[in-house]
C-alpha cells in the first residue's frame, strides 16, 4: 500500500532564506505527483503538479521536482517571505485510488 | 464564479442524527473526491467518483454514504453509524485522475 512522506514536520525561519521540503513515496508506480498549500481553517490551493515522466515543474518562487524510481520529491522555496507561512502537502495519483496524501510541512517564515 | 462550493461551511450535529454536506462544482471535471482531515492524520479518503452513477469507497468509508446522480454534485452523507465524525471534510475534483486535482473550502462538522 502507497505511504506518503513529508519531512520535517515543522520547519521556522527567517524571512529571505531559501529552504526545502521533502516528500518520499514507497510506490513509484504513479501517474503525478501534486504539491498544495493549505491556509489554517481553509481548503487545499494546488501548487505544482509534476507527471510521472516529468523532472520538475517551476511557478514563480517554487520549483519542485521528482524522481520516481528512488520515490522522493522536494519543493524548493526562493526567497522565502512571512506570506509563505501555511501547511505544504504533497500527494501521489496512482491507479485504483484517488490522491493519497502525506502528513505535511508547517511552514512558519519570520519576518 | 467557476470553481467548487462546499456548504455550509460549519455543520454542527447531535448524537444519532444524519447529515448531509454538500459538494457543488462547475468545472465540468468528471472525478470528485471526499476527504477528511484531523489534526496530525493528513487527509484520508472516504469516497470518490470517476464518473456519474458510480463512486467507490476509500480507506474510511465506513459510517458514510454519498451518490453521484449529476457531473456537477456529489454529496456525502455522514450517518449515525459514524461514531466519530468531528472533522474538517474536504471535497476535490479533477478532469480524470491522473490530471491536476483542485479543492473546496471545505465544511468544519462538530458533534454536539
Known amino acids: 500500500k502507497q505511504e506518503v512522506t513529508q519531512i520535517p514536520a515543522a520547519l521556522s525561519v527567517p524571512e529571505g532564506e531559501n529552504l526545502v521540503l521533502n516528500c518520499s513515496f514507497t510506490?513509484?508506480?504513479?501517474?503525478?505527483l501534486q504539491w498544495f498549500r493549505q491556509d489554517p481553517g481553509k481548503g487545499l490551493t494546488s501548487l505544482l503538479l509534476?507527471?510521472?515522466?516529468?523532472r520538475e515543474q517551476t511557478s514563480g518562487r517554487l520549483n519542485a521536482s521528482l524522481d520516481k524510481s528512488s520515490g522522493r520529491s522536494t519543493l524548493y522555496i526562493a526567497a522565502s517571505q512571512p506570506g509563505d507561512s501555511a501547511t505544504y502537502l504533497c500527494?501521489?495519483?496512482?491507479?485504483?485510488?484517488?490522491?493519497?496524501f502525506g502528513k505535511g510541512t508547517t511552514l512558519s517564515v519570520s519576518s | 464564479d467557476g470553481g467548487i462550493t462546499q456548504s455550509p461551511k460549519y455543520l454542527f450535529r447531535k448524537e444519532g442524527q444524519n447529515v448531509t454536506l454538500s459538494c457543488e462544482q462547475n468545472?465540468?471535471?468528471?472525478?470528485m473526491y471526499w476527504y477528511r482531515q484531523d489534526p496530525g492524520q493528513g487527509l484520508r479518503l472516504i469516497y470518490y467518483s470517476q464518473i456519474v452513477n458510480d463512486f467507490q469507497k476509500g480507506d474510511i468509508a465506513e459510517g458514510y454514504s454519498v451518490s453521484r446522480e449529476k457531473k456537477e454534485s456529489f454529496p456525502l452523507t455522514v450517518t449515525s453509524a459514524q461514531k466519530n465524525p468531528t472533522a474538517f471534510y474536504l471535497c476535490?475534483?479533477?478532469?480524470?485522475?491522473?490530471?491536476?486535482?483542485?479543492f473546496g473550502q471545505g465544511t468544519r462538522l462538530t458533534v454536539v
Open positions: 500527494a501521489v495519483h496512482q491507479a485504483g485510488t484517488a490522491l493519497i
Open positions: 509534476i507527471q510521472s515522466s516529468q
Open positions: 476535490a475534483t479533477a478532469t480524470d485522475r491522473e490530471t491536476e486535482a483542485f
Open positions: 468545472l465540468n471535471h468528471d472525478a
Open positions: 510506490d513509484s508506480a504513479i501517474y503525478n
